[in-house]
Each structure stands twice: as C-alpha cells, then as structure tokens.
C-alpha cells in the first residue's frame, strides 16, 4: 500500500459515495485508475465493507454497555455463540481478569438484563460485569491518513 492508496483510504472513510472521477481528481489518477486501485483494495480485504454510520439512539438503542464475561475454560472457540446475540456489536478475547469483552446496544435496561441472561448461557461463562456507557464523548473509526 502507498501513499496513494491511503489518501484514497482516507477520502472513502470521509464520504463512501464519491464517485471515482472525484476520487481520481484528488489524489492525480483517473477515474479508471481510481476504481481500479479501490478494487485491489476490496480483494486484499483492507476495505472490509462500505457501509452507513447510524446514529442507534435514532434506532432506538439508546442503552449502551460493555461487559466484561468471566469464564470457567478457555472462550476463544466461542465467537458463534457469542455472533448469535444480536444486540452484541463487538466482542473481542481479552488479557486480564475476564476472558471477553463485549459492546452491547439495547433500547432498555430491561433488555441489557436479558442480554446478560443469555450470555451465562453460552457454555464456559461464569460470570459478567457490565458498565453502563452514561454519555459518549467520542467514537473513532481507523483512519488511514
């Protein structure tokens, strides 16, 4: 990857819907050249998706909260069960004193606590700890430039 292609980088995560021709312009290639560059990047898996930033308090799921899950055994094999509940949006095999941490949206406390509930069902967890995010300042994705 060179410096073009990170400039391009940066530009898609600032507005996804550029056109190449746009694209091109800003970084001194053609449209051509600019769509061909991006292909490369989707097949080489360094654009994973191109998707829409959606604010969850407009979708209701204004509750957010991460939790921190214990375990009795190892939890690394355990990405599909952890997949299966949706109102999970990230859960990452952690080094500490949990074995798993999780970003939950919800729209209730109520269905936080039924979330909780669900994730003791997934074999091996002993336990959670949950922190409820009160206000964000920020969110960042990564950005290449």
Do not use: C
């Not at 073009?4 to 449209?31: C, F, H, M, P």
């Not at 669900?118 to 009160?134: D, F, K, N, P």
Request: hydrophobic letters at 50%; zero cysteines; proline letters at 1%.
């Amino acid at each position: 990857m060179d410096d073009i292609d990170r400039r391009l980088l940066a530009l898609l995560q600032q507005d996804a819907t550029q056109s190449y021709a746009v694209l091109g312009k800003a970084v001194g290639l053609s449209a051509g050249a600019a769509h061909e560059r991006v292909r490369k990047l989707r097949e080489a898996g360094v654009i994973r998706a191109t998707t829409v930033d959606v604010d969850p308090a407009a979708l209701d799921l204004g509750v957010l909260a991460y939790v921190m899950v214990d375990s009795s055994a190892w939890m690394g094999d355990s990405a599909e069960a952890f997949a299966a509940l949706p109102e999970i949006q990230e859960a990452h095999v952690i080094a500490g004193n949990a074995s798993v941490l999780v970003k939950v949206r919800t729209a209730t406390t109520e269905q936080l606590q039924d979330v909780l509930r669900r994730l003791y069902a997934i074999e091996g967890v002993s336990g959670t700890h949950a922190t409820v995010v009160l206000e964000t300042f920020f969110e960042r994705s990564v950005h290449a430039g």
